[in-house]
């Protein structure tokens, strides 16, 4: 045998023990590069074929083919089994145990006003309204008189009011305030004109059966502007029905109110339909009221130093847990605020489940 068929048959043995040693990937392709890579033994081995005596270059180049090739599979196949080795050992290694008890879901739920709340904030925020909010306890100022109810006005007696023993510099009590309108006036007193807010918050009255509670809450509504007009107050109104109630269809009317702080002054009634004691809303013969609104009365606007005849605007106010139990059919304010887990667990929402207008509100 000449002494390069006797290198091709060292190289064979060497490099096949080589590869079947080779114990993952890395190592393999070490083997492959110093046996068949651009500078490896059996390429410059090839590459010598041609400087062989002539009648030794055809078995040799045919060896050293063979053994390109040979290497080739052997390779290829161990590079198989390394693969086969490493997906077992990671099935190993990452088992699931399947009967392992599923992980309890949280248990805290969001209270249904807190989440009515972020679903009325999310819709208003759509249409450029910021949130305010002024303090509970209020002056009668801000909750009266600059709101257009004057001492000793019928109004007044309206809304039953819890009144502290602490008088302000006026000598007049303070009191725990009968709805959100003040934060009207806060606003108002504390910035510039244009203003478009609502202000979400606690209000108190002395009252209390199915669908009155001493403490409950309101959103209140403002937007103050040059041009502003009625038609802005109904566009803006009917969109938020419909948007929080889910439905385009909802049948809505406009009918003439009273309220000493607006002038015109509505309330706004949805379409419903009772059904097995049930309170639908949507299309019915019915009629429920849901919130009071109207144009800013000018003397509310002088009372905090704008003129009427530049700035106008319209104000609503809702009542944020009536909008939660027609939502989602809850038939008695008390309940609210009895702090009954079971009634928690189940009129409440998972508190991951954030409200927006573009991924749901209810959902
Ligand atoms: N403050 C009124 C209430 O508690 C609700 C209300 C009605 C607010 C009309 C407004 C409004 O801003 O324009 O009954």
Known sequence: MSEARRQVEELRERFLAAVQAAADSESLERVRVEALGRRGRVTELAKGVGRLPPEQRREVGQAVNALKRELEAAIRARREVLAREA?????????????????ERPEGR??????????????????????????????????????????AHPARQMQDTFFLETTDA????????THTSPVQIRTMEAGRPPFRIIAPGRVYRRDYDMTHTPMFHQ??????????????????????????FERDDIPVRFRPSYFPFTEPSAEMDVGCRRSQGQLVVGAGDDWLEVLGCGMVHP???????????????FAFGLGVDRFAMLKYGIPDLRTFFEADLRWLRHYGFLPLDVPTTFAGLSR
């Open 87 to 103: 997906l077992e050992r990671r099935l190993r290694e990452e088992r699931l145990d399947v009967t392992l008890p599923p992980r």
């Open 219 to 244: 959103v209140e509504g403002l937007l103050i502007d040059r041009r502003t007009h009625m038609g802005h107050l109904k566009g803006c109104l009917v969109d938020f029905v419909r948007a929080f």
């Open 170 to 177: 006026q000598g007049e009590p303070y009191l725990l305030r």
């Open 299 to 313: 003397k509310v606007l002088e009372m905090v130093g704008l003129d009427p005849d530049v700035w106008q605007g």
């Open 110 to 151: 969001l209270h249904p006003v807190s989440h009515v709340l972020d679903e009325i904030v999310a819709i208003f925020a759509d249409m450029g309204f910021a949130v305010a909010e002024g303090p509970d306890v209020e002056d009668d100022f801000h909750n009266f008189t600059a709101l257009n109810i004057p001492p």
